[in-house]
């Protein structure tokens, strides 16, 4: 059986990044060192950090610099859930917002990874 662990992201600095999505989900099991960071939560699966001094971010709907991937979080407020992702260092990209609540902010983290905080039912 194969079994999903960690969802790993390059980034300059770890600790930061760490630090960051800590901040952004609660999760409090948080390790590591300069070169590699891991935070959990309650599920199976982790959120690991490894340093490459290299790492160019990618953009948002830029074919040259795709994304290849992101990260979403369901919430239950818009409002709360994108002024926390800011206050901690995340940039607002797009907003797809329905009148009823549901639909999906995507915001790139300090290292500039992309993320969407997403609603699924109606607030």
Known sequence: MIRLSDVILDCPDPKALA???SALTGWTDVSGDEEWMTVKGD???ALAFQRAA???PPVWGDPVRP???HLDFE???FAAARA???ELGATLVEEHVGPRGYGWLV???PAG???????NSPQ
């Not at 990874?113 to 609603?119: A, G, S, V």
């Open 54 to 56: 290299d790492h160019v």
């Open 19 to 21: 630090a960051f999505y």
């Open 107 to 109: 915001l790139t983290d």
């Open 113 to 119: 990874h992309p993320f969407c905080l997403c609603r």
């Open 84 to 86: 926390q992702a800011e």
């Open 67 to 69: 994304q290849q991937f």
């Open 43 to 45: 599920g199976s699966v």
């Open 75 to 77: 919430v239950d407020d």
